[in-house]
């Protein structure tokens, strides 16, 4: 079992940028693959940046995101640059022992998600 608990998130006007970390417990960390997705109201949950043995961003975020992880720390962080007000939702750290996927159905553990609202 792996427990996961974000923070980090809040209100920022367009353009800005925030920070969201996740910590993990339960098992060795560095086995597991991590992804940030995130959830607008009315949509589908998608993926917006995965790190396994390599590391892969939705195509809308890359060159504003980066996502990072520390094995000695149990945590992976996502720094949001220029964030704008699409990017608005709830952001959810979850992970999946083995290699990166894309698909929320293939990750069994989340956190309890953090809200990010970007104003125009």
């Known amino acids: 079992q792996v427990q996961l608990v974000e923070s980090g998130g809040g209100l920022v006007q367009a353009g800005g940028s925030l920070r969201l970390s996740c910590a993990a417990s339960?098992?060795?960390?560095?086995?597991?693959?991590m992804g940030w997705f995130r959830q607008a109201p009315g949509k589908e949950r998608e993926f917006v940046a995965v790190t396994g043995a390599s590391i892969v961003y939705r195509d809308s975020v890359k060159g504003r995101f980066t996502i990072s992880r520390d094995n000695a720390k149990n945590t992976v962080a996502l720094q949001m640059n220029s964030l704008k007000p699409e990017d608005t939702a709830v952001y959810y750290c979850?992970?999946?022992?083995?290699?990166?996927?894309?698909?929320?159905?293939?990750?069994?553990?989340w956190g309890q998600g953090t809200q990010v609202t970007v104003s125009s």
């Open positions: 339960g098992r060795t960390f560095s086995n597991y693959a």
């Open positions: 979850a992970a999946r022992y083995g290699g990166r996927r894309f698909s929320s159905a293939d990750y069994p553990y």
